[in-house]
C-alpha cells in the first residue's frame, strides 16, 4: 500500500519529501510572486462553463492546478500545456459524468465543477471536495444557491447531486454570511442561466473579481464584482479568450511576512499593492518598512518587533489564510499580541508545531494570544495544512538551528518552487527525499 504522499524515486523505490532549513539567514534579493492560486483553481473549472478554446497564462505550478486539471481531462477535456505556466484548455466536448472521486477528494476547490457543469448543463453529480481541514467549512451556501437558481440538490454517500428540468433560472441570491466559494460557484452557474441572477452580501475577494473579468472576457455580463452586490445576466453562448491569471496576494504576504521574520530586505515582484493593504498595515504597526511600488512592494527590518492585535476578517480586511504566517511573526514581538480569528475554527492546529520551536502561545477559542520570544529553536515539524506548512518554512528560517519539515505535499499545493524561490535570496533551504513509512512490499 503505497501512501497518496508518496513518490517514485529515479532508483525505482519510494520515497516521502522534507525541507530542510538551516536558519538564522536574513532574506535579501528580488523574490517573484506567481499566479494566484485561488484564482487559478475556479478559472480552470469556469472554462467548462465557458465550453470553448480559452488559455489561461501565469498559472502557478503548484499541486491543486494540476489535480484540477486532471479533473477536467477526466470529464473529456482537452488539455495541453503552451509554455512551463501556460495551458490550453478546451473544453467544447464535455461528459456530464462524474468526475472521479479521488481527484475531487484531493482538494477543496473541486466543488467548482458543480457550478459550471450546473450552469451548462443543468445537472451535475460528483464527490464531495477534499482539501486542508480547517473545520466544518459547510457548502450549505453554495447549496441555497442552485436551490434558488432552480435546482433540486441531495447530498448523499459522498456525492451532490443538482437536478433541474430545463436548465437553471436566475434569481435573487442573499448569503447568510459572506462566502468566497459561495459566490464564485453562484457566479459559474449563473453566468449560463436564463434571466438575470443577483447577489447580495457576496464576497469581496480579489479572486472573485478575476473569475468575474476572465467569464466577461468571454462574453459574461458580469457588474459589481469587488463590491457586496454582483449582477449576472445569463447568457445561451460564451465565448474563449487568453487571459493571465492576477499574482497571488497570499504569496506575496508570505515573503512579507519571510523578510521581516529574517531581519531581511525582500523586493517582492509581480503583486498588487491594493491587495496587500490589510498585510502592510500591520507590518508598518509591528515596526516593518513598506514600500510601495506599481507592481512591487519592498519589505525590510532589522530592529525590535512590536505586539499587535490581528483579527481575520473578509477582503479587504486581513486574510484568514495568513493567520498561520502572522503568528510566526507575533512569536518574536517584544511583547504579547493577540491573534482572533473569526473565519476557520481548526485554523490554530499549527500552534503545537511552533510550540516544538519554542514559542509560547495559549489558544482560548478562537483567539491566541502570543507572548514574543527573543528567538525560535529549530526543531522537526509538520506542515498540518498549506498555510500552516508555508509558517513553518517561515519559522525554520527565523530559528536558530536545523528545521526538519515533514508533509510537504501540503506547502506544494500552494506554493510554486518556494524552496528555489528562498534559495535564491540567500536562505538555506532544501529538499530531501526519505523512505515512506507506509510502504509494505
Known amino acids: 500500500m503505497i501512501s497518496h504522499e508518496a513518490k517514485i524515486s529515479r532508483k525505482g523505490y519510494f520515497v516521502m519529501e522534507k525541507i530542510v532549513i538551516d536558519g538564522g539567514n536574513a532574506l535579501h534579493g528580488r523574490i517573484e510572486v506567481s499566479g494566484m492560486k485561488n484564482a487559478a483553481v475556479p478559472i480552470i473549472f469556469a472554462c467548462v462553463a465557458v465550453g470553448d478554446v480559452c488559455i489561461i497564462e501565469n498559472l502557478p505550478n503548484i499541486s491543486d492546478v494540476v489535480t484540477s486539471l486532471e479533473i477536467l481531462l477526466s470529464i473529456g477535456v482537452r488539455v495541453r500545456y503552451l509554455a512551463e505556466n501556460s495551458v490550453e484548455i478546451d473544453a467544447r466536448n464535455v461528459s456530464p459524468a462524474s468526475a472521479p472521486c479521488d481527484l475531487v477528494k484531493k482538494m477543496r476547490g473541486s466543488y467548482y465543477l458543480i457550478g459550471a457543469m450546473l450552469g451548462r448543463f443543468g445537472s451535475v453529480m460528483v464527490g464531495l471536495p477534499g482539501g486542508c481541514d480547517l473545520g466544518a467549512r459547510p457548502i450549505d451556501q453554495h447549496i ?89 445576466k445569463g447568457t445561451d453562448e460564451l465565448h474563449g479568450c487568453t487571459y493571465a491569471i492576477i499574482p497571488d496576494m497570499i504569496e506575496a504576504g508570505t515573503f512579507m511576512i519571510a523578510a521581516a521574520a529574517t531581519r531581511g530586505r525582500l523586493y517582492i515582484n509581480n503583486v498588487i499593492p491594493k491587495h496587500l493593504d490589510a498585510i502592510s498595515a500591520k507590518l508598518v504597526e509591528m515596526g516593518v518598512t513598506v514600500e510601495e511600488f506599481d507592481d512591487a512592494v519592498l519589505v525590510s527590518h532589522k530592529g525590535e518587533l512590536s505586539p499587535v492585535t490581528i483579527k481575520t476578517i473578509p477582503y479587504p480586511g486581513f486574510p484568514t489564510d495568513m493567520n498561520p504566517q502572522a503568528a510566526v511573526l507575533l512569536c518574536l514581538a517584544n511583547g504579547t499580541s493577540r491573534l482572533h480569528e473569526t473565519i476557520y475554527e481548526n485554523r490554530f492546529r499549527y500552534v503545537e508545531e511552533l510550540k516544538r520551536m519554542g514559542a509560547n502561545i495559549k489558544v482560548e477559542k478562537s483567539i491566541a494570544t502570543i507572548t514574543g520570544i527573543d528567538h525560535l529553536t529549530a526543531s522537526t515539524v509538520r506542515a498540518v495544512d498549506l498555510r500552516a506548512g508555508v509558517a513553518m518554512v517561515i519559522a525554520g528560517l527565523a530559528a536558530r538551528g536545523r528545521t526538519e519539515i515533514d508533509d510537504i505535499y501540503h506547502i506544494e499545493r500552494g506554493y510554486d518552487n518556494i524552496t528555489s524561490k528562498f534559495k535564491a535570496v540567500g536562505a538555506n533551504i532544501h529538499k530531501v527525499e526519505i523512505p515512506d513509512p507506509f510502504v509494505t512490499i
Not at 196 to 221: K, M, Q, W, Y
Open 144 to 232: 441555497k444557491a442552485f436551490e434558488a437558481l432552480g435546482a433540486e440538490v441531495t447530498v448523499d454517500g459522498g456525492f451532490i447531486d443538482a437536478q433541474t428540468k430545463n436548465g437553471i433560472t436566475g434569481a435573487g441570491i442573499y448569503f447568510d454570511c459572506v462566502t468566497v466559494g459561495g459566490t464564485i460557484n453562484t457566479i459559474l452557474a449563473a453566468v449560463r442561466a436564463k434571466g438575470t441572477t443577483i447577489i447580495e452580501n457576496a464576497a469581496r475577494e480579489p479572486h472573485v473579481v478575476d473569475v468575474a473579468n476572465f467569464l466577461n472576457f468571454c462574453g459574461a455580463s458580469i457588474t459589481g464584482a469587488g463590491t457586496d452586490t454582483i449582477k449576472i
